[in-house]
């Protein structure tokens, strides 16, 4: 079981490396191309949301093996960083496709990425601290 438990936050992690490795693309221009930005883009938000149902799906195993852990809001602020990827993504594909909205869209696209790593280090100190509390108990 307590193996079990650190599958989501490890491919999380992972998750994260790939969404900061993009925004570090996208700040720099390193690399930049639309392929490559668009494609570690949708790794990132298809990784995390696999990760999202795959937490679910661990913490209600843990559930029924009788491991209830306190995660504060990650559950909540999970739903809201899955939100935000979706409009992120749609800004995205508008700024490629619709170039008169780039100079309006850029920030907001930019802003709204940095926020959802933001909340996934949030993320991050909920999951861990829940598993060091439920080690300690
Ligand atoms: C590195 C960052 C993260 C860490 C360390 C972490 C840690 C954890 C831990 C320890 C659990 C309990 C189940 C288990 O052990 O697998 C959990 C559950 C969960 N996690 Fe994460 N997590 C992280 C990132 C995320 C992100 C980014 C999302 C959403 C996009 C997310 C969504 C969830 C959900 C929905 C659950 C189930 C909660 C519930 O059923 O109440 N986690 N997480
Ligand atoms: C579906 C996925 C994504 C698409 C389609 C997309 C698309 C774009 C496009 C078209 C640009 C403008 C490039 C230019 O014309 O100069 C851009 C810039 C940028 N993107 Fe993305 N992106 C995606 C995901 C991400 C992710 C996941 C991040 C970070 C976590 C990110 C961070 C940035 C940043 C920081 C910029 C530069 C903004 C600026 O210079 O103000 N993007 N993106």
């Given at each position: 079981?307590?193996?079990l438990?650190?599958?989501?936050p490890?491919?999380q992690l992972?998750?994260?490396?790939?969404g900061?490795a993009?925004?570090?693309?996208?700040?720099?221009?390193k690399g930049?191309t639309w392929r490559?930005?668009r494609?570690?883009g949708?790794?990132?938000?298809?990784?995390?949301?696999a990760?999202?149902?795959g937490?679910?799906?661990?913490?209600?195993?843990?559930?029924e093996?009788?491991?209830?852990?306190?995660?504060?809001?990650?559950?909540?602020?999970?739903?809201f960083?899955?939100?935000?990827?979706?409009?992120?993504?749609?800004?995205?594909?508008?700024?490629?496709?619709?170039?008169?909205?780039?100079?309006?869209l850029?920030?907001i696209?930019?802003?709204?990425?940095?926020a959802?790593l933001?909340?996934?280090?949030?993320q991050?100190?909920?999951?861990v601290?829940?598993?060091?509390?439920s080690l300690?108990?």
């Amino acid at each position: 079981m307590k193996i079990l438990s650190l599958f989501h936050p490890l491919f999380q992690l992972i998750a994260f490396l790939v969404g900061v490795a993009n925004a570090r693309m996208g700040l720099t221009r390193k690399g930049f191309t639309w392929r490559s930005h668009r494609n570690l883009g949708l790794l990132y938000y298809g990784m995390s949301t696999a990760g999202l149902i795959g937490g679910l799906l661990v913490n209600d195993s843990l559930e029924e093996a009788g491991l209830k852990l306190d995660l504060d809001f990650h559950l909540e602020v999970g739903f809201f960083i899955v939100l935000l990827f979706l409009l992120a993504a749609i800004l995205g594909f508008l700024i490629h496709y619709r170039p008169a909205l780039r100079r309006a869209l850029m920030p907001i696209h930019r802003y709204l990425n940095l926020a959802t790593l933001l909340l996934f280090v949030f993320q991050g100190v909920t999951g861990v601290s829940a598993l060091f509390r439920s080690l300690l108990a």
